[in-house]
């Protein structure tokens, strides 16, 4: 404290000079108590009341968009009881001691909400400085001195023991805490079984012992015995009757107990099973509601972890709710809501591993006599066919109209238990017929004429997609999938997969286990589409290195990355004796290893990589890590499925190959959780210099070096958290018009984020991360890392598919135009839009790279994305179209496909005589066409399909008609002609789908017109139509003749249809 009170003094002094200096210039009315001015402290003898300062407090670093420094932030990091209940006075300044207005400043001061200063209000060029905060409190009631101990209770073994404490409160006021306090003692030994032994054991629940672990017994708190080598411990004394309760803890481990069982007549057995911490993970996240003024609503809130968390916190509008006025665990009932009461909310769930912080709910409550629907559609216009536009006139649309999809408050008394889901929806009311007249028809349509308050449909996510071989395209036949940590199925022969997303769900996180054992377990984030259509995936599998044999008792060390143009980024070095067996007896023979490298200076391995590289960070909060490198070690006795454990290992790491500037401080291990597919820290570097300790020589490599234990967990990370985070925009569309009207939903966009070479944007030397979104109404935004005063510091490369065909983004060449870019000038220029095609015409046009460049606080043109700081999620999901984003449109289909077979950022070498031609995937994406009917089982928009007649499910328009554009009969896979599945037929004996005939040559007829329509979706369909084609459903106008399925028909009985959509559309 010595230091300290010099500071203090001159911190005083400086306060009174600010007030005299403040008190002579012109004098401010005064404002309310969210004050624009940096006050000075007032004097400690200018209180009416008793009162003192507190400590200083500093939860937030200046970034974004300021400095903060909430009162609800102070008693969450610091303690609730740090800061009294009701503040007088607030002091803020900064960490070199300076009052804000004397730094030039702008900030806000409020005793009860703390303080914050905000970037944006400062003068040009200036930003927040750190702040650090001080309360003033009122004095409370102080107890007195505690008294004596008092004696030990009981007359032998433990027992407790008492002392007391007073309140002097000349007020009368009541002193906080117990005027009690107990405390364990230990009289002597009580006569007990001097002969008698407790035998026991620590072991994990897969028998691995656990050694140094402390076991205690429930009558003698202290440590009594120490486990050895093979978790065995031993306790004289015990009696073997005694059925004593024994307790072991063990660091990185959950405590743990069991009851010990006589054994013999001198002799007791205990075994103690410890599970690992595991961080709390969300399993249930709290969903909006809509209430009306005085009804009830519950929210609810579950976390998983090891141990299971017990203790919940709920935030309104981030501010912390009292737990003693609501008396809130995992659910928070609100009675008798109120329109203040509205708002966001989230909750936190700890234990003792950490915390995780869920999803934001939204709670609505109407004021009396608000309406939850409004009754008046809202506009949506969809395009008619060509023949049905005026002559000489553009394209005619017609507005069809849509409820918005929002919930409605439930009746009186519902609400109240978590199982309630929104019963009652916005959604079509009424629907009217109307006839558009065509050249030589009429197209009968229904329109949304009312909207109202109906019954919801629960939404449906399907995920369905294939998984394949990353080096060779074949498929994964009959590999076991999970959804977190439980099965669920198995792939098909050929790879396919279709998985309903469970509700509520938040993150789907799938493994692929391949039962040959000769591919790396694939562990996905998939994307999906939480308003319930199809989402399809392809899912890549990196296939394990070859083994190599080694030898139990010798040190061996196995390179981590191998390129052509650059060396190792490091190494895995296994010390002599490291290995074992699960049940932690050592192995001395032979060892087959396979060590794989996901390697980020190989631009064509991101899509191997697994997870998303998200990781919970000390608030809770999901975060995203930049990686330099994945390893998968898979150690086994040759010819045996076991896995042997080994450790502790080293991990070293080439300094030279972390470039940025404070990565390589920065830099952890991380191994993968597969149930939750969350990466957790491992454990730091350390810099290893030259032998012998001196500095190393220029030539000579600084490695970093971590260690680790190789047990149940198999794959490891070498990442950085990275803290400078924004949101990228990106809208797909019908075609390159780019019509508002045209958004294309169930679009997977996905954002890989490149390190360019210095000074060369174009030029990436490696990928740190990757990111997948799947277009909703509004477009997606997909989280990126940048950059505010370097903006090629990261670059990004953005590709988009739909149901496995690749989307365009807008062109380039010459140079990017911002109406079809569709990024305002000149924040275009500053980002660098390139499209892949751009440098060389050979290239695949299928993406785009740009500048991840952070908007700049005060640019007009950087204010309206499409790239938007961290903390502007909402204002990323609802920007207008009229807003600054990206953009893809889906290619014609009657385009020629190209004929280039360059491969963009291909660094691989050339394949060796017998691994097959690394170019036959990519030729088989170039010249790939979808197959009608994709659309509806991969689920996204294009031409529809038409339910068939008598009753028979629907099919695909070019199935039905028997052409589509001369691309009737294509295999699914789009490899050009092969077998389709035949209605009706009966299942494949393997459960491979319907049997397959050969596709025939569809007799020579009128090309037919197929009406392009966003996705929509039939309000009741049949389950046999819901497992065929999810997506949209079309009934056969009633006076138009129904043709045979296969039969040539003429394209006015194609058009003529009316469309049964969800509710809340209408076509």
Known sequence: MAPLLPLLCLGVAAAHLASARDAASTQEPPGPAWGLQGQPSPTLEGWEEASEWTSWFNVDHPGGDGDFESLAAIRFYYGPTRVCPRPLALEARTTDWALPSAVGERVHLSPARGFWCLNREQPRGRRCSNYHVRFRCPLEAAWGAWGPWGPCSGSCGPGRRLRRRSCPSPAGGACPG?????????????????????????????????????????????????????????????????????????????????????????????????????????????????????????????????????????????????????????????????????????????????????????????????????????????????????????????????????????????????????????????????????????????????????????????????????????????????????????????????????????????????????????????????????????????????????????????????????????????????????????????????????????????????????????????????????????????????????????????????????????????????????????????????????????EERVFLVGNTEIRERRLFNLDVPERRRCFVKVRAYLSDKFAPNEQVEGVVVTLVNLEPAPGFSANPRTWGRFDSAVTGPNGACLPAFCDAEQPDAYTALVTATLGGEELEPAPSRPQPDAGAVGVAQPYLDRLGYRRTDHDDPAFKRNGFRINLAKPRPGEPSEANGPVYPWRSLRECQDAPTTASHFRFARVETDRPARPQLRRLHSHRPEPAAGQGDRHRPLLRRLLRRRLPGDEGRRGHGGHLPVSGAGGRPAQPLSEAAGVAGGRAGRHPAGDGPGPVASPGAPPHPQGQGPAVTPAKSPPSRPPLRALPLPRVQRAHPSPAQSAAHPEVWLQPHPDLPRPALGAPAPAEVILGLFIETKPGWGV
């Open 178 to 698: 117990r005027p009690l306090e107990a405390q364990k003692c230990v009289r002597p030994q009580c006569p007990g079984c001097p002969d008698h032994t407790l035998l026991g054991s620590v072991l994990t629940p897969s028998s691995r012992p656990l050694p140094g672990a402390r076991v205690s017994l429930r009558d003698d708190p202290d440590v009594v015995a120490t486990t050895d080598a093979r978790g065995a411990f031993r306790v004289p004394g015990v009696c073997a009757s005694s059925r004593t309760n024994v307790s072991a803890q063990m660091d990185g481990f959950s405590a743990g107990a069991a009851q010990a069982q006589a054994n013999s007549s001198v002799s007791a057995v205990v075994t103690v099973i410890l599970h690992q911490l595991e961080k709390p993970y969300l399993v249930k996240h709290p969903e909006s509601r809509v209430r009306a003024a005085g009804q009830n609503v519950t929210l609810c809130c579950k976390a998983s972890g090891t141990p299971t968390p017990k203790k919940y916190s709920w935030f309104h509008n981030g501010t912390l709710l009292d737990r003693r006025q609501h008396r809130y665990g995992s659910h928070l009932e609100l009675r008798g809501l109120r329109p203040d009461q509205a708002g966001s909310y989230h909750c936190k769930a700890w234990n003792e591993a950490g915390a995780v912080r869920s999803g934001t709910a939204q709670l609505t409550v109407l004021a009396p006599g608000q309406p939850a629907c409004d009754p008046q559609p809202l506009e949506h216009l969809i395009r008619l066919p060509d023949d049905c536009a005026q002559p000489g006139g553009g394209p005619a649309y017609l507005n069809v109209g849509h409820c918005p999809d929002t919930p409605c408050p439930g009746t009186a008394g519902s609400g109240a238990r978590c199982g309630d889901s929104p019963a009652r929806c916005c959604s079509v009311q009424r629907l009217e017929k109307r006839e558009v007249r065509c050249s030589g028809s009429l197209l009968p349509v229904k329109v949304v004429a009312e909207c109202g308050c109906r019954k919801c449909l629960a939404p449906r996510g399907l995920v369905r997609g294939r998984v394949v071989a990353a080096d060779s395209g074949e498929p994964l036949h009959f590999a076991r999938i999970l959804v977190g940590p439980e099965p669920v199925g198995f792939t098909s022969y050929q790879g396919d997969f279709t998985i309903e997303v469970p509700p509520a769900s938040e993150r789907l996180v799938v493994t692929f286990v391949d039962p040959s054992g000769e591919f790396v377990d694939a562990v996905r984030v998939l994307p999906f589409d939480p308003r319930g259509a199809g989402v399809y995936h392809e899912v890549k599998a990196m296939r394990k290195r070859a083994p190599v044999i080694l030898e139990a008792g010798r040190s061996h060390r196995i390179p981590l990355g191998e390129l052509e143009a650059a060396g190792p980024l490091g190494e895995l070095v296994l010390p002599p004796g490291a290995f074992r067996r699960a049940d932690g007896s050592p192995y001395a023979g032979p060892v087959e290893a396979r060590v794989t490298f996901v390697d980020p200076r190989d631009l064509g391995s991101a899509d191997t990589a697994p997870s998303d590289l998200r990781f919970v960070d000390g608030d809770g909060e999901l975060a995203p890590l930049r990686t330099y490198g994945m390893f998968s070690v898979d150690l086994r006795a040759p010819g045996s499925a076991e896995q042997l454990h080994a450790g502790p290992v080293a991990v070293r790491v080439a300094a030279d190959q972390i470039r940025m500037a404070g990565h390589v401080e920065a830099l952890k291990l991380w191994s993968l959780n597969p149930g939750t597919g969350l990466w957790e820290e491992e454990g730091g570097f350390r810099r290893e210099g030259a032998p012998g300790g001196g500095r190393a020589r220029r």
